[in-house]
């Protein structure tokens, strides 16, 4: 089943606002080859804060988020962690096209 992540928004660490428009496209890079995400669907759904330094690659930092987005909807949904995921900080609306789960706290 496609998963659909209507908006997501990043709140990076200070200092880092010249990275973020690179690290938001990764971000979608790395959600986009994640064959794990589980189904359901949520008004809104809140990960972090996460701890992000600043010292490691854009690539890194937004594996790091997706990592994080993943653990949180699977978590919602129910779903069993895989051996990959890992922790970040992002808020962010994920929907994918199946029951509604209604709003996450």
């Given amino acids: 089943m496609k998963t659909e992540i209507d908006q997501i928004r990043l709140q990076l660490p200070q200092g880092m606002e010249r990275r973020a428009q690179r690290i938001g496209r990764l971000l979608g890079e790395s959600l986009a080859r994640r064959t794990d995400l589980p189904a359901g669907s949520f008004a809104r759904l809140r ?7 600043p010292g490691h690659g854009d690539r890194a930092i937004a594996d790091r988020i997706a990592d994080s987005l993943v653990r949180a909807i699977r978590s919602e949904t129910g779903a069993q962690p895989t051996s ?3 922790s970040p900080r992002a808020v962010g609306r994920a929907r994918t096209p199946s029951r509604p789960l209604g709003p996450a706290a």
């Fill in 47 to 53: 990960v972090g804060p996460l701890s992000l330094d």
């Fill in 84 to 86: 990959s995921e890992r």
